[in-house]
């Protein structure tokens, strides 16, 4: 199970990145991909989820309405879009798979089993 997160940069505040996390080695449909994120002075802290199989999405309310989640499963592989970004979004950016996860966990790391190497987000104001 490998994930490989790119797609991060450096952008003005009020523009927009499109990241991407790239799965191999497993049954990529059925997993719920998650996104988390590392900003300075701060703990890792969830950023979005889908679930597999046509399952549901969220967002932590810092990036609702800014922020979407899609997947391929075709090209195994989940993007994060990216808009509006505020300097607080600054920080590195990691994907995680999830074999199994209730709703209610989601948004907990502690649930997801692989995770990809991070990719840095800096936003200027």
């Known amino acids: 199970v490998q994930l490989q997160a790119s797609g991060g940069g450096l952008v003005q505040a009020g523009g927009s990145l499109s990241l991407s996390c790239a799965a191999s080695g497993w049954n990529f449909r059925s997993y719920t991909i998650a996104w988390f994120r590392r900003t300075p002075g701060k703990e890792r802290e969830f950023v979005a989820a889908r679930k597999g199989n046509g399952g549901g999405t969220w967002f932590a309310d810092s990036v609702k309405g800014r922020f979407t989640i899609s997947r391929d499963n075709a090209k195994n592989t989940v993007y994060l879009q990216m808009n509006s970004l505020k300097p607080e979004d600054t920080g590195v950016y990691y994907c995680?798979?999830?074999?199994?996860?209730?709703?209610?966990?989601?948004?907990?790391?502690?649930?997801?089993?692989?995770w990809g190497q991070g990719t840095q987000v800096t936003v200027s104001s």
């Open positions: 995680a798979a999830s074999a199994r996860v209730i709703n209610s966990a989601v948004m907990s790391p502690d649930q997801y089993q692989s």
